[in-house]
C-alpha cells in the first residue's frame, strides 16, 4: 500500500506561481513512477505530468514550459513547480503513484483557484 498526501494549493492571481507537494508513504520502494493529474469543474480529469524511477519527465502541452515536476527521494515527496499561471489551471490537483505490477495509488486532491 501507498499512501499520498498533497499539499500546496491555494487562491493566486493570473501569473504568478505556486508548488504542490505530494508526501508518499507505505510501500515506496514499489513504486516505479508518480505524477500530477487535474480535474476541473464539470470536466474530466487530465493528466498534466509524470516523473518515472530513472528521472524521466514527461508534460501534457498545455502546461509544457509553465509547470516542472520534481521529486526529492530523501522525503519521499514529489512537487509541482507552477509558473506563470492561468485561469484555466484552476482545478483540484491529484497525485498518483504506479507500482511495477500496475497497481494505481491516489491522493485526495489539493485546490487551486487562478483568479484575479
Known amino acids: 500500500q501507498v499512501q499520498l498526501v498533497e499539499s500546496g494549493g491555494g487562491l493566486v492571481q493570473p501569473g504568478r506561481s505556486l508548488r504542490l507537494s505530494c508526501a508518499a508513504a507505505?510501500?515506496?520502494?514499489?513504486?516505479?513512477?508518480m505524477g500530477w493529474y487535474r480535474q476541473a469543474p464539470g470536466k474530466q480529469r487530465e493528466w498534466v505530468a509524470r516523473?518515472?524511477?530513472?528521472?524521466?519527465?514527461y508534460y501534457a502541452d498545455s502546461v509544457q514550459g509553465r509547470f516542472t515536476i520534481s521529486r526529492e527521494n530523501a522525503k519521499n515527496t514529489m512537487y509541482l513547480q507552477m509558473n506563470s499561471l492561468l485561469v484555466e489551471d484552476t482545478a483540484v490537483y491529484y497525485c498518483?503513484?504506479?507500482?511495477?505490477?500496475?497497481?494505481?495509488?491516489w491522493g485526495q486532491g489539493t485546490q487551486v483557484t487562478v483568479s484575479s
Open positions: 498518483d503513484a504506479r507500482t511495477g505490477w500496475g497497481m494505481v495509488y
Open positions: 516523473i518515472t524511477i530513472d528521472g524521466s519527465m
Open positions: 507505505g510501500s515506496i520502494s514499489s513504486i516505479s513512477s
